[in-house]
């Protein structure tokens, strides 16, 4: 007993060295918190905040102006693989700030927040489906070695803990440095894919039973990314791929 007193004393202790050392920032001002803030937002901001909500694409997670439509125009046109995914935020003014500030500038740990929202949303879908496992989108290694870290592994690692659901990093590689997506034409987004992800062979037979997984990602653009890596997931023998994306734009 005062064992375990002691070690949640030292627990709480360490918590909150840990705040002053490091303190945590709201992903929208980058304001930082006081330690007991532990929703990881500060409330100026959390006003701000646009959850995407009903009616939305049934395919993507987008949201669309009228509930009649099962799809967005993009899905209408367009027949992916991957089963169907969601997204938490709405990709506005705010979030297009918060997601560089988490990519370019090492602001990785945003992403207790935006897992913690993910899950606050999605929880009951996750377990509905059960995952095997959550795969991050993989970045390529020379942007992983200028970055540190890779932002879908953060938040999919982050999402795994709260969930205790595995997390997958050494299945599909990207073996291409390709060019963000958003600055291309429909054509060059294919060409830009093209080739982009692979398998990793030596880690087939160790992930043989894998029958059904959650892509996770940062930014839900065009569906082209997550539709590159459900194409190598399908081909190596998983049934379902579902994606689970931070944000998403709006039509
Ligand atoms: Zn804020
Ligand atoms: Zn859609």
């Known amino acids: 007993m005062i064992k375990k007193g002691l070690y949640e004393v030292w627990k709480g202790v360490e918590r909150n060295l840990l705040g002053i050392l490091y303190p945590s920032r709201c992903p929208f001002c980058d304001g930082v918190l006081g330690i007991s803030n532990c ?4 409330s100026n901001c959390e006003k701000e905040v646009e959850f995407v909500k009903e009616p939305y694409c ?3 997670g987008k949201p669309i102006e009228n509930e009649v439509d099962e799809l967005c125009v993009d899905c209408m046109e367009r027949k992916f693989s991957f089963e169907y995914g969601h997204a938490v935020f709405v990709y506005n003014y705010s979030m297009k700030n918060a997601v560089a500030r988490f990519k370019y500038n090492g ?3 945003y992403a207790e927040y935006f897992a913690g929202q993910a899950v606050k949303m999605y929880e009951n879908w996750i377990n509905k489906i059960s995952p095997d496992a959550l795969i991050p989108v993989p970045i390529h290694k020379s942007r992983y070695r200028q970055r540190g870290y890779n932002q879908a592994q953060v938040i999919a690692e982050s999402i ?6 595995d997390v997958i990093n050494n299945l599909i590689i990207r073996v291409k440095q390709t060019l963000p997506q958003k600055e291309l034409s429909v054509i060059e987004r294919h060409k830009n894919l093209y080739g982009a992800f692979d398998i990793v062979e030596e880690m087939k037979e160790l992930y043989r039973e894998l ?9 839900y653009t ?6 590159a890596c459900a194409d190598i997931l399908k081909g190596s023998g998983i049934d379902k791929v579902y994606f689970l994306c931070i944000c998403i734009g709006k039509k």
């Open 39 to 42: 929703i990881g937002i500060c």
């Open 58 to 60: 049934k395919k993507c």
């Open 107 to 109: 602001r990785y740990e």
């Open 160 to 165: 795994g803990a709260k969930l205790g659901i």
């Open 211 to 219: 029958k059904c997984v959650i892509m996770i990602d940062d930014i």
């Open 222 to 227: 065009t569906g082209s990314t997550i539709e």
